[in-house]
């Protein structure tokens, strides 16, 4: 659940930014079959990743960290 929501915000600020997924994953050093694990929700990026994309799309970590889920309680 938690890795869906990380993906979904990096997916939609990386297109809002112009970024293809291999253009994007090779300016992280990664591959792009590890960018659409992460944009699939399939993998969780580590805290030094995001602080990685953070910069490469110009935004800061708290802008691109998911908001937290309210409880039903």
Known sequence: MEAERWGRRIRAFRKLKG???????KELGISVSI????????????DSLVGQIAERLNISVEELT?????SNN
């Open 19 to 25: 970024y293809t997924q291999e253009r994007f994953a």
């Open 35 to 46: 960018l659409g694990e992460i944009e699939r929700g399939n993998r969780m990026p580590s």
């Open 66 to 70: 998911p908001p937290k889920m309210e």
